[in-house]
């Protein structure tokens, strides 16, 4: 299966942009040729046990037979179609699972082609929404610091203002009332100053708030925060309490990721707006989606526009469809809360790393591990360490302060005593303080 012919490399440092990367100063990239289950393997032979799901979004492994089929067999029909005037089995079969798999309230869906396109298509619900009802004053977002949404400019304008360098646009990003994140844990007690707190901001604001968009219970790229259930759920009473909408944003938390199918579900709400995506196709393709509930479809349908204004070339893709109907089909079919449970146990092993001077913090929810350091790793730190990592044999891409595991549910106990092990040693071994 391996592919002989090489992977140009100078080719790649001299003319590709990889994410988040320099032109001048490249880190080096590590030149795969084939994944199978939670091993990837390199051009030089060297097999890496996955620790990332390839962000967040190969819960099922690589290269899944059953997934294969499902795309070959589309593949065979039509890769693709126009999703203007027409429409295909795959889109209707998957809709018909996510209506089913989401919230009751939530039955209609826009495919959208990636995460932060959904999230551009909830903003855009929620603005014409408003304008639909005559509601002219409603044009901000409100959301928590340290989120994340996304790289497309909407979506940018509601992440953390600093870790996404809103410094760098200002004059063209909108701006937008960000609230405190989230402070209480998890599993901890709910300071309830922070309920209290976020009224404040609903009573100062909620005239000129659309809506409020927020990751449920993990704040992932924005430092893997693991907040209190209630903050999530306070956030819904005032959103309905002052006439304010409540966008989800379950592009990482969704498919079972931390324990529950949706995250939403820890805090037992409903969102009026909810976007997937990463997991949506078990990784395979990209894809995502964006829910909503009768009262907004049927607003934004008798609105000025009369229409949802959005639709890529690429929407509702047959392909990326079949692929994500395949692996909701097999999350569904196996006993995935076992799954994230066992996966759950072993990650505890990284709390031996609390025992390290350099680290500061580890957390571990569903099938979720992070150990955050006392100090932020570093671009030549994350090569550093990054290429320990492979002499290792795992694949784990460490972040700002944070070395964090989100491994697909497939593997096994040995896989992740590896990943965890890896991870201790090499914080004890490279002396981060
Ligand atoms: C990854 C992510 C996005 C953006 O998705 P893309 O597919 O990268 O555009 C948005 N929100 C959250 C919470 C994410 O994790």
């Given at each position: 299966?391996?592919?002989?012919?090489?992977?140009?490399?100078?080719?790649?440092?001299?003319?590709i942009w990889h994410p988040y990367t320099s032109?001048?100063?490249p880190i080096?990239v590590?030149?795969?040729?084939?994944?199978?289950?939670?091993?990837?393997?390199?051009?030089?032979?060297?097999?890496?046990?996955?620790?990332m799901?390839s962000w967040?979004?190969?819960?099922?492994?690589?290269?899944?037979?059953?997934?294969?089929?499902?795309?070959?067999?589309?593949?065979?029909?039509?890769?693709?179609?126009?999703?203007?005037?027409?429409?295909?089995?795959?889109?209707?079969?998957?809709?018909?699972?996510?209506?089913?798999?989401?919230?009751?309230?939530?039955?209609?869906?826009?495919?959208?082609?990636s995460g932060s396109?959904?999230?551009?298509?909830?903003?855009?619900?929620?603005?014409?929404?408003?304008?639909?009802?005559?509601?002219?004053?409603?044009?901000?977002?409100?959301?928590?610091?340290?989120?994340y949404?996304g790289d497309?400019?909407?979506?940018?304008?509601?992440?953390?203002?600093?870790?996404?360098?809103?410094?760098?646009?200002?004059?063209?990003?909108?701006?937008?009332?960000?609230?405190?994140?989230?402070?209480?844990?998890?599993?901890?007690?709910?300071?309830?100053?922070?309920?209290?707190?976020?009224?404040?901001?609903?009573?100062?604001?909620?005239?000129?708030?659309?809506?409020?968009?927020?990751?449920?219970?993990?704040?992932?790229a924005?430092?893997?925060?693991?907040?209190?259930?209630?903050?999530?759920?306070?956030?819904?009473?005032?959103?309905?309490?002052?006439?304010?909408?409540?966008?989800?944003?379950?592009?990482?938390?969704?498919?079972?990721?931390?324990?529950?199918?949706?995250?939403?579900?820890?805090?037992?709400?409903?969102?009026?707006?909810?976007?997937?995506?990463?997991?949506?196709?078990?990784?395979?393709?990209?894809?995502?989606?964006?829910?909503?509930?009768?009262?907004?479809?049927?607003?934004?349908?008798?609105?000025?526009?009369?229409?949802?204004?959005?639709?890529?070339?690429?929407?509702?893709?047959?392909?990326?469809?079949?692929?994500?109907?395949?692996?909701?089909?097999?999350?569904?079919?196996?006993?995935?809360?076992?799954?994230?449970?066992?996966?759950?146990?072993?990650?505890?092993?990284?709390?031996?790393?609390?025992?390290?001077?350099?680290?500061?913090?580890?957390?571990?929810?569903?099938?979720?591990?992070?150990?955050?350091?006392?100090?932020?790793?570093?671009d030549?730190?994350v090569?550093?360490?990054?290429?320990?990592?492979?002499?290792?044999?795992?694949?784990?891409r460490?972040f700002?302060?944070?070395?964090?595991?989100?491994?697909?549910?497939?593997?096994?106990?040995?896989?992740?005593?590896?990943?965890?092990?890896?991870?201790?040693?090499?914080?004890?071994?490279?002396?981060?303080?």
């Open positions: 299966m391996s592919n002989k012919r090489t992977i140009d490399l100078n080719f790649d440092r001299e003319h032109m001048t100063q080096p590590y030149p795969v040729t084939y994944a199978q289950d939670n091993v990837i393997y390199l051009e030089s032979g060297e097999a890496l046990i996955d620790g799901a967040w979004s190969a819960i099922h492994g690589y290269n899944h037979p059953v997934i294969n089929q499902a795309m070959i067999a589309q593949i065979n029909c039509m890769s693709h179609i126009m999703f203007g005037g027409m429409t295909h089995k795959s889109a209707v079969e998957l809709c018909k699972k996510l209506v089913a798999i989401t919230p009751q309230s939530l039955n209609k869906v826009f495919l959208a082609d396109i959904s999230v551009e298509v909830a903003i855009k619900m929620a603005m014409q929404y408003w304008l639909s009802k005559g509601v002219k004053t409603k044009q901000k977002l409100m959301t928590p610091f340290k989120g949404h497309t400019f909407a979506a940018m304008s509601v992440c953390d203002p600093i870790n996404s360098m809103h410094s760098l646009y200002k004059g063209f990003l909108p701006e937008h009332v960000f609230v405190p994140a989230p402070v209480s844990k998890f599993s901890g007690t709910f300071a309830k100053h922070e309920a209290q707190e976020l009224e404040r901001y609903f009573i100062n604001h909620h005239h000129q708030v659309a809506a409020f968009i927020i990751e449920p219970i993990v704040q992932n924005g430092g893997m925060n693991f907040y209190h259930p209630e903050y999530l759920s306070t956030v819904r009473k005032l959103c309905t309490q002052y006439n304010v909408l409540l966008i989800c944003d379950e592009i990482a938390t969704g498919f079972g990721r931390t324990g529950k199918l949706f995250a939403i579900e820890h805090a037992n709400i409903e969102p009026d707006i909810l976007c997937i995506g990463k997991a949506l196709t078990g990784g395979n393709l990209t894809l995502a989606a964006t829910l909503t509930n009768e009262k907004i479809a049927t607003g934004i349908s008798e609105g000025e526009a009369g229409v949802l204004m959005h639709g890529p070339t690429f929407m509702g893709n047959p392909l990326a469809c079949a692929a994500a109907c395949a692996s909701i089909d097999i999350l569904m079919a196996q006993n995935w809360p076992q799954q994230i449970k066992r996966i759950n146990t072993q990650l505890q092993q990284l709390n031996e790393c609390k025992k390290l001077n350099s680290v500061a913090d580890v957390r571990i929810l569903g099938a979720i591990g992070v150990v955050e350091l006392t100090k932020d790793v570093g030549i730190n090569a550093k360490i990054q290429a320990y990592f492979v002499e290792q044999g795992v694949w784990i460490p700002g302060q944070l070395i964090y595991l989100m491994p697909p549910y497939i593997s096994d106990n040995e896989s992740i005593n590896t990943l965890c092990t890896s991870i201790y040693n090499a914080i004890n071994e490279h002396h981060f303080n």
